[in-house]
C-alpha cells in the first residue's frame, strides 16, 4: 500500500514569510499527526486529527501555525509569519485506528525540511 | 505530568556486543511502539508492544514490555554497523495520544 506522502520536500523561505505543507496519509487512516523535528530531538506533536476533527492542538503556536484536515483525509499545515525558530522537519504521519482500536501505529511520511532564514 | 524517559541518551558501542536501551514512562499504558530514525530521515516502526509480556524479535533486535513496571526494553545482540541510528520509543496513553522519548542515539564502531 503506499505510504504517507508529504510535499514538498525541502523548503527554504525568509523569516515573516508564510509556508504551506501538505500531507496524504495512507488511505483509510482515521488519525493524522503533524510534528516538528528540531536537529537532534524527538518528535514534537503540534496537533491530531481524529477523521476531520481535532483531538489535540496544546502544543500549536496557534498565532502563527493553523492546520485543517480536508474531508478528513488530506492535510495543510500553514506557517504565517515565519520566524527563525522555525527551521526545523516537518513530519506528518497517519494510524489506521480510533479511540476504540488496537491499531493505533503511527506510520510517518518522509518530512519537509524547513529552513528559516 | 506524562513523561517517557529513555537511556542512555547517547551510546556508542563496539561491533559485536550486546547492550540494551530503557524507556521509562510514568502513565498507564499497554501500548508502546519502537522507532528507527537514520540521519536526514523519516522514523520507521520497529515494534509494535500491545499487551504486558510482549516481546518481539527482529533479527537483532529484541524488544520488552512490562507494563507493571512501566518500562520497556530495547536489546540489541551482537551489534553491527548497519544498527547505528537513532532509536525513539513512543507512549499510547489512555487519552488515545503518543508521548515520545528523547531518543537514544546508537553509534556502533567496527
Known amino acids: 500500500e503506499a505510504g504517507v506522502a508529504q510535499s514538498p520536500r525541502y523548503k527554504i523561505i525568509e523569516k515573516r514569510q508564510s509556508v504551506a505543507f501538505w500531507c496524504n496519509p495512507i488511505?483509510?487512516?482515521?488519525?493524522l499527526y503533524w510534528y516538528q523535528q528540531i536537529l537532534g530531538q524527538g518528535p514534537k506533536l503540534l496537533i491530531q486529527?481524529?477523521?476531520?476533527?481535532?483531538?489535540?492542538d496544546s502544543q500549536l503556536p496557534k498565532d502563527r501555525f493553523s492546520a485543517e484536515r480536508l474531508k478528513g483525509v488530506d492535510s495543510t499545515l500553514k506557517i504565517q509569519p515565519a520566524k527563525l525558530e522555525d527551521s526545523a522537519v516537518y513530519l506528518c504521519?497517519?494510524?489506521?485506528?480510533?479511540?476504540?482500536?488496537?491499531?493505533?501505529?503511527?506510520?510517518f511520511g518522509q518530512g519537509t525540511r524547513l529552513t528559516v532564514v | 505530568e506524562l513523561k517517557v524517559e529513555q537511556n542512555p541518551l547517547f551510546l556508542s558501542m563496539q561491533e559485536e556486543k550486546n547492550y540494551t536501551i530503557y524507556c521509562n514512562y510514568s502513565?498507564?499504558?499497554?501500548?508502546l511502539y519502537w522507532y528507527r530514525q537514520d540521519p536526514g530521515k523519516s522514523l520507521e516502526s520497529l515494534f509494535v508492544?500491545?499487551?504486558n509480556g510482549a516481546v518481539k524479535q527482529e533479527g537483532r533486535l529484541m524488544a520488552s514490555l512490562d507494563t507493571k513496571a512501566r518500562l520497556s526494553t530495547l536489546h540489541i545482540t551482537a551489534a553491527v554497523h548497519d544498527l547505528s541510528a537513532t532509536y525513539f520509543c513512543?507512549?499510547?496513553?489512555?487519552?488515545?495520544?503518543?508521548?515520545w522519548g528523547a531518543g537514544t542515539k546508537l553509534i556502533i564502531k567496527p
Open positions: 513512543a507512549v499510547d496513553t489512555l487519552y488515545y495520544q503518543l508521548i
Open positions: 502513565t498507564t499504558s499497554d501500548r
Open positions: 508492544l500491545l499487551s
Open positions: 488511505s483509510g487512516h482515521a488519525t
Open positions: 486529527f481524529q477523521n476531520n476533527g481535532v483531538v489535540d
Open positions: 504521519a497517519s494510524s489506521p485506528g480510533d479511540r476504540t482500536s488496537l491499531l493505533t501505529e503511527a506510520f
